[in-house]
């Protein structure tokens, strides 16, 4: 049976809509709803049922989809891996938020780009970056959450401590980390705050994960780049929580201290997600491995 067709019955059966997959697979929607009525004829059952808003299988389709789509991914890097040599000359299109990927992601890609990868960056947080991957937008994305459905996929890339930080003035008013640990939430409370959304989130699930509560503080200064939060905290504006990767060199340099060493600090995962199946890429096949192995000394 005619491979094309295949990939096209899978791609339709991840991205769950005609239009979708059609801009996938950089085709148009009638010869993708064409090359599924000629899959639909071959088999003699219908594998989609059409509705208002893109399309859901049938149980044929459901099953032929999970028989299949492993060998159909394996099939495509076989009829890719002659490409392999000049995965050098392909442009990678990866997205994520804008701190991790700037201290973290371009720095641990950068021997590939000197050996010629080019790479377009985006920034933005994980449902956006969801809705890129799934629009052909970006081929990989860095996100703090898996996404839901067959399309995307995800594997972990490396775990994030969150650590409580202020100035050593902030420390030394406070009594130090030691006063902080024995009277908990209650020596913190009314503190200024900066962050990077009116939300709080850093501090919530700080807060959440350490104290099991929420906090009482109103953003002091609100920045949406951690970088600048951490300036402001360095500066003496109020504490803030951020991933130690960031502020590691401020906290050995004394320009911040950590406030609070909770004996179980609290963590936050980073994935790396690609469109199901296109890892038959080289250029995103080699740049997927070299960030996996890289997060290993993160």
Wanted: charged share 20%.
């Amino acid at each position: 049976m005619d491979l094309t067709l295949l990939r096209t019955f899978v791609t339709v059966h991840r991205a769950g809509s005609f239009t979708r997959a059609a801009a996938l697979l950089g085709l148009s929607q009638p010869a993708v709803t064409g090359q599924i009525r000629s899959l639909e004829r071959r088999l003699g059952h219908p594998l989609f049922l059409r509705r208002a808003r893109g399309v859901t299988p049938t149980t044929l389709g459901d099953e032929l989809a999970h028989r299949i789509a492993p060998h159909v991914d394996a099939l495509l890097e076989i009829t890719e891996s002659g490409l392999d040599d000049q995965w050098s000359h392909r442009t990678l299109h990866l997205a994520g938020p804008p701190e991790f990927t700037a201290l973290r992601v371009l720095p641990a890609l950068s021997p590939l780009i000197i050996q010629g990868l080019t790479v377009r960056a985006a920034q933005g947080m994980s449902e956006p970056l969801f809705e890129g991957l799934s629009a052909g937008h970006h081929e990989l994305a860095i996100t703090t959450s898996r996404p839901r459905g067959r399309l995307l996929s995800a594997t972990p890339l490396c775990d994030e401590e969150h650590v409580l930080i202020g100035a050593p003035r902030w420390a030394a008013r406070l009594g130090g980390a030691a006063v902080v640990r024995d009277k908990g939430v209650t020596v913190l409370e009314h503190l200024p705050v900066v962050e990077v959304d009116e939300s709080l989130p850093f501090v919530t699930r700080y807060w959440a994960t350490v104290f099991d509560s929420k906090p009482v503080a109103i953003g002091a200064v609100i920045a949406p780049d951690l970088r600048a939060v951490l300036s402001c905290v360095a500066a003496g504006a109020g504490i803030a929580v951020l991933p130690r990767y960031l502020c590691e060199d401020a906290l050995d340099t004394g320009e911040v201290v950590a406030l609070l060493n909770p004996p179980v600090p609290p963590l936050r995962t980073y994935f790396l997600v690609i469109r199901a199946g296109t890892l038959a890429h080289p250029h995103l096949s080699r740049a997927h491995e070299w960030l996996l192995r890289a997060a290993v000394s993160w």
